[in-house]
């Protein structure tokens, strides 16, 4: 069973649009809330997080929402620039973190 | 900035054979994972190291499996007898053990088993 869904394998965006990132969980313990993002042979790099008491946090061009009574995060990324292209993963817990199988975003120049 | 290390980049090994993979964390970090991502798929969950034991294990990390810290630095992940199933990157993680801390990944191994 999957605790930490991304449904959308991948997503094309157009440069200078909104890319709209999802990620639902089923456990409401987890408390803390981060995305990644992952180019082609690299690691994993930190992104973003929100905590289980916020429902919003901005860091430029990034925000991220947590809708805690549908389990649910977003990432927005406004405007999107063909940089952004890579794998996002999102990542909830605490301590240990449990990840989604991440999704490829695409910004088209 | 600080930076977690792993070596080597790319591991390719015959079927059968054991294989270490090596990770130095950021020193003052308490936490240590281990992730892998098999191409395609999820990053998945393999074990978390604390004070010098395990603190959690996936289904996946069973005695084909270990992990030690031999000397302070580096933290190891050890896997006997490979499959071809093991073909995979590996991540390795630290974090510092506040709560709500950011986990700093590894750049990856990428272990090829033939």
């Known amino acids: 069973d999957q605790q930490v869904k991304q449904n959308s394998p991948s997503l094309s965006v157009q440069e200078g649009r909104i890319s709209i990132l999802n990620c639902d969980y089923t456990n409401s313990m987890f408390d803390y809330f981060l995305w990644y993002k992952k180019y082609p042979a690299e690691g994993p790099t930190f992104l973003i997080s929100?905590?289980?008491?916020?429902d919003k946090n901005e860091d430029g061009r990034f925000t991220v929402f947590l809708n805690k009574s549908a389990k649910h995060l977003s990432l927005h990324i406004v405007p999107s620039q063909p940089g952004d292209s890579a794998v996002y993963f999102c990542?909830?817990?605490?301590?240990?973190?449990?990840f989604g199988t991440g999704t490829r975003l695409k910004v088209l120049a | 900035e600080p930076e977690v290390t792993q070596t080597p980049s790319h591991q390719v090994t015959q079927m059968g054979q054991e294989v270490i993979l090596r990770c130095v964390p950021i020193s003052n970090h308490l936490y240590f994972y281990w992730y892998r991502q098999i191409l395609g798929q999820k990053v998945e969950f393999l074990v978390s190291?604390?004070?010098?034991?395990?603190?959690?294990k996936s289904e996946i990390f069973d005695d084909q499996f270990s992990v030690e810290r031999p000397d302070g630095s580096n933290f190891t992940l050890k896997i006997r007898s490979t499959k071809l199933e093991d073909s995979a990157m590996y991540f390795c993680a630290s974090i510092t053990g506040q709560i709500a801390s950011e986990a700093f990944f590894g750049q990856g191994t990428r272990l090829t088993v033939v």
């Open positions: 190291f604390y004070n010098n034991e395990i603190s959690e």
């Open positions: 990542g909830v817990g605490t301590y240990k973190y449990i």
């Open positions: 929100i905590s289980s008491i916020k």
